[in-house]
């Protein structure tokens, strides 16, 4: 590596002849070398447009690094150099032109990606990353001519110094207290303008950009002091972004690169050559001056050479400087390589770079490391023994894409599995690039990395997202997971089988809220559903619902219970997860037994109802028997003194009777007594007329006894008390038709009794019944020619109906109803005679048992006459009952 | 005196008429000899126990029937009979109810008194006079009373 800029600085100082020999013949040694490089840099101008573009910027002032050229565009040995190595490193640069103090903020910023020369201070560490440094200058002190006084730094203290705003140079006189009278300029052509004018009394810059400049504007008055300023000296570098590593990586690769293959070289040489070919113009001058001024020339050259010898002096004095910079700057080149290889080892990656047409391969350290060869001890231009390390299932991959590569250019990037020499597996990424000329790769170049640790993490990875997918995939509950736009990230099976959907492609990316929930014809959603979710993205709170539906993809629904939890990232919501499942029969379930409650409240509320009317009803009912027991009391003192109003009344009627048949009687028997008496004993002194008005009065008062007799056994039937028992009634009628037949009437009557059932009576009564009846049909049927009566008797279960039929006189049934009044008779005393009393008898007596009497007949038809006692069985029941209730 | 120590039959009966017709019945069956008639219970009781204004007569010499109505000023004839068959010297007198109704609750009574008999006083006269015979002949001429 060649720093003769260096020595510029004293060419810019001689202007002499024999520099001028010396520089001529230099160019001309140069010549072929700078045009070459002029081609390769308008070859490496044409840019290709596929390439990723590095945003850099150029100052227009800072010669011969950076600068505008006359056609405008950004120019200068930085500009070419960052060209140089972007390329190298795969990037085409769009160069953008500006002043140093905005591109220097612009890149701070990041609007720009990289600068191309920028000196390292420890000001801008904090701004920037830099590249390795490509170039050392040192400053200088400028001062108009013939200033004296200034032989050091120090010298400069009460000095006024201007610097350009925002340069290294203002830095470092700040940073070294170098003078408190500090000015700035916007840039040192301003700065040199005034220091010429008379202002300031010092500008301090790079030194040979401060020559450059000097000579560009023609400024001849100003000149640099001779000293170094020890602590100005500047490491220039390529600047990034702070943080842009890889832009930085690429572009500390792309400058290792030119470096590595001369570049760097020939560009130095472009940009620093051309110095003497302007010096060529002074040639002219020189060969004029030779011409002229020869006779001098002896002279001159005795002077030259005393003058040369002090110059040499301190020129080898400077040189020594040069040197100790020198030697710094190449252990600090040593330094970077070693940190290249030493981030190579802990990045695991590493270089490679095939020369098609050389067959050669050249690695950096890190591909070795990679390989676990040594470098002394390995070629790596041995392709196939290369190919070995590759793992067989690998190596036809890597093959044909290598070689597609090799023919069309275009780049590639592979994982390989690999075997490095010491039997370790490896897992790689390989990228190649390549180079084109003519269409036609000439160059490829890369990288390979270690990826073994990212790929087994990331193996990890894939098992323990594996272990969850299965763990989701198990779970009965559907779960869906969203993002913050309600978009579907991932589902399990139960998700897809509670949904209906086959596969989790139809949900994933879709909006859930959409999906699930329903929707208006126009797809949009219904109000309010799916808040519970939102809130969970919006609010970050978790909540549960059990009352929503959620619809299918065939579009039927069920009632679903969801958990949705808010999914956090450093306490920012990304999202949510959703778990939820169908619970439309545990709902129908509870709706039942809802239903059943209701229904069993409502039965228990009506019977309930029931109950308390019943209970209202019976205390009705006991209020209204406590009326009837009080009325029943009321009623049986009635009844008492009604009974014993009876009863005296009974009394009263007895001896009404016995008054009767004993007082009535006694002057009937006086009548009739005495009537017979005056018959027997005046039966001669009385004529036939006396003897019958005696007749008719005796007649008459038996007649009255007669009437009396029946009226008073009339009342016994009614006072007297019943004594029943089992009567034969077949038995008794038969008795008491030869009782009360007389001789001739049992002879002219025919008489039938059919058999009939017995009946419980009082005997006396019954006696009674059928000595009347039989008297009546006996009676009723003298004045008929055929006599004869019939009895028996009909049993109905209810009761026994007796008969008694005769053929005889009969009665107008008009008159039925009055058959059985007292002393109503149908018949005249001259038909038949009778008292009216007997059928009365028989009707009082037959009631008194509880049954009825009737009668049929028809005028001179014969009558039938009935009467009914109830049956045994149910007279028994009835006299029971009868004697409870007494 | 002597004459009522010869009683036979003792009639009580307050009714002169009824009387007078006992009286005939009587006597047309031949049955008219040493009769009494009392008028009331009292007196029949006084005849009976020799007492009042019978005081003199033989109280052993005692009637061989009494006709006894129930219906008497006094003392009726049911207290009489009463008396009667409740003193050991009259037990055993037959005593013969005459009664003009067949009121069973009379005859009852006077059957538990210890009646002997009874006869109805019938309206036909005719009939009276049967029974009196009946019951006479039976009384006083076969019904030999002890000693």
């Not at chain 1, 590593?245 to 400058?255: K, R, T, V, W």
């Not at chain 1, 149910?874 to 029971?880: R, T």
């Not at chain 2, 005849?47 to 006094?74: E, Q």
């Not at chain 2, 049911?78 to 009667?84: A, N, R």
Request: glycine share 6%.
């Amino acid at each position: 590596m060649r720093y003769d800029f260096f020595s510029e600085g004293c060419y810019g100082d001689l202007r002499n002849g024999v520099c001028c020999k010396l520089l001529v013949a230099a160019f001309l040694l140069l010549l072929p070398l700078v045009l070459l490089s002029r081609d390769n840099s308008n070859e490496n101008n044409h840019r290709d447009d596929s390439l990723p573009v590095i945003i850099a910027a150029s100052e227009p002032d800072y010669p011969p690094f950076c600068f505008v050229d006359k056609n405008g565009n950004p120019a200068g040995f930085a500009v070419d150099l960052f060209r140089a190595a972007a390329e190298a490193a795969g990037y085409s640069v769009d160069f953008r032109i500006g002043v140093w103090e905005k591109i220097k903020q612009d890149l701070a910023r990041g609007t720009i990606d990289a600068l191309p020369l920028v000196g390292r201070t420890p000001e801008r560490e904090d701004m920037y990353d830099f590249t390795m440094p490509y170039l050392s200058l040192h400053g200088a002190v400028f001062v108009r001519n013939g200033t004296t006084g200034i032989s050091s730094v120090e010298d400069l203290r009460q000095k006024e110094v201007v610097v350009m705003k925002g340069d290294n140079a203002e830095e470092f006189v700040r940073r070294e207290n170098i003078t408190t009278k500090i000015f700035t300029t916007p840039t040192f052509d301003n700065a040199f303008i005034k220091l010429a004018a008379g202002e300031y009394d010092a500008v301090i810059t790079q030194r040979i950009i401060g020559i450059r400049l000097l000579e560009q504007m023609g400024i001849t008055s100003v000149e640099p002091l001779p000293f170094q300023l020890p602590e100005f000296r500047q490491d220039f570098c390529f600047a990034v972004t702070e943080g842009n590593d890889s832009l930085l990586a690429s572009l500390s690769e792309g400058l290792s690169i030119a470096i590595a293959n001369d570049t760097y070289e020939q560009l130095h040489y472009k940009w620093f050559g051309p110095e003497i070919q302007e010096r060529i113009a002074l040639k002219d001058i020189l060969r004029n001056a030779l011409y002229i001024t020869v006779p001098l020339f002896i002279i001159f050259s005795v002077m030259a050479i005393i003058t040369l010898r002090r110059l040499i002096k301190k020129r080898t004095r400077d040189l020594r400087n040069e040197i100790a910079g020198h030697k710094q700057t190449l252990e600090l080149m040593h330094k970077q390589k070693l940190l290249l290889n030493e981030m190579e080892k802990v990045a695991k990656t590493g270089g490679w770079e095939y020369d098609i047409d050389q067959k050669i391969v050249t690695w950096t350290d890190g591909i070795y490391e990679i390989f676990a060869v040594q470098r002394n001890s390995f070629d790596p231009s041995d392709f196939d023994r290369n190919l070995n390390f590759i793992d067989n299932e690998d190596r036809q991959a890597f093959l044909e894409l290598f070689t597609d590569s090799m023919k069309t250019g275009e780049p590639y990037d592979i994982e390989l599995r690999l075997h490095a020499a010491d039997g370790i597996f490896k897992w790689v990424h390989m990228a190649g690039r390549t180079e084109l000329k003519n269409g036609k790769v000439v160059r490829m170049y890369g990288n390979i990395s270690d990826i073994t640790q990212a790929k087994q993490s990331h193996e990890k990875l894939k098992n323990s997202e594996e272990q969850i997918r299965l763990l989701l995939n198990s779970t009965a509950e559907g779960i869906i997971g969203i993002d913050t736009d309600g978009r579907c990230t991932f589902c399990n099976q139960s998700a897809l089988r509670l949904l209906k959907y086959d596969d989790e492609r139809s949900i994933k990316g879709e909006s859930i809220l959409q999906l699930i929930y329903d929707k208006h014809s126009d797809k949009t959603a219904m109000p309010g559903a799916g808040q519970g979710i939102i809130r969970a993205i919006e609010k970050g709170e978790g909540f549960n619902a059990d009352n929503e539906l959620f619809y299918r993809s065939d579009g039927s629904s069920f009632i679903s219970e969801y958990f949705s939890h808010p999914v956090k990232k450093e306490n920012k919501v990304v999202g949510a997860v959703i778990a939820f499942w169908d619970i439309t029969r545990r709902k129908k379930d509870e709706e039942e037994l809802k239903s059943l409650k209701d229904g069993l409240e409502k039965e228990v509320a009506e019977r309930t109802g029931e109950l308390n009317e019943k209970v209202q009803k019976l205390n009705r009912i006991q209020k209204a028997m406590l009326y009837m027991v009080e009325d029943l009391n009321y009623i049986t003192a009635e009844l008492k003194e009604e009974q014993q109003k009876l009863e005296r009344s009974n009394k009263d009627l007895e001896a009404f009777t016995y008054s009767v048949s004993h007082d009535l009687r006694a002057p009937l028997r006086s009548i009739s007594g005495f009537t017979s008496f005056l018959m027997e004993d005046y039966a001669g002194k009385l004529d036939s007329e006396g003897m019958r008005l005696l007749t008719i009065v005796h007649d008459n008062a038996k007649k009255m006894d007669t009437l009396i007799t029946e009226i008073l056994n009339l009342s016994r039937i009614s006072r007297t008390e019943m004594r029943s028992s089992e009567i034969d009634m077949t038995a008794l009628a038969n008795s008491m038709y030869h009782e009360v037949a007389t001789e001739e009437e049992k002879r002219s009557f025919s008489l039938r009794i059919k058999k009939m059932p017995p009946s419980k009576a009082d005997p006396v009564l019954i006696k009674q019944v059928w000595q009347n009846l039989i008297g009546n049909a006996l009676k009723y049927s003298s004045k008929s020619e055929n006599k004869r009566i019939e009895i028996g008797a009909e049993d109905n279960n209810k009761e026994v109906i007796y008969y008694i039929k005769d053929a005889g006189a009969g009665f107008n049934p008009e008159y039925t109803g009055k058959l059985f009044g007292l002393f109503q008779r149908l018949h005249t005393e001259n038909e038949f005679e009778g008292t009216g009393i007997g059928l009365a008898v028989v009707k009082q007596i037959i009631n008194r048992h509880g049954g009825n009497v009737w009668a049929e007949s028809r005028i001179n038809k014969g009558a039938t006459f009935f009467f009914s006692l109830p049956s045994e069985s149910y007279y028994s029941i009835k006299s029971k009952s009868h004697e409870k209730v007494e | 005196m002597k004459r009522l120590n010869e009683v036979e039959i003792l009639i009580v009966e307050d009714n002169r008429n009824d009387t007078e017709m006992a009286l005939r019945a009587l006597n047309k069956n031949n049955l008219s000899n040493n009769i009494l008639v009392v008028g009331d219970g009292e007196e029949a009781l006084d005849f009976v126990f020799a007492r009042g204004k019978y005081a003199g007569r033989d109280k052993d010499a005692r009637p061989k029937i009494i006709l006894l109505d129930l219906k008497l000023p006094k003392i009726d004839g049911l207290e009489v009979l009463k008396v009667l068959k409740s003193h050991p010297e009259s037990k055993i007198i037959p005593v013969i109810v005459l009664t003009s109704s067949k009121d069973e609750s009379d005859l009852i009574k006077s059957y538990r008194l210890g009646v002997n008999s009874y006869i109805m006083k019938p309206v036909d006269f005719d009939k009276f006079v049967n029974a009196i015979r009946d019951i006479g002949l039976y009384w006083l001429l076969l019904n030999q009373q002890p000693g």
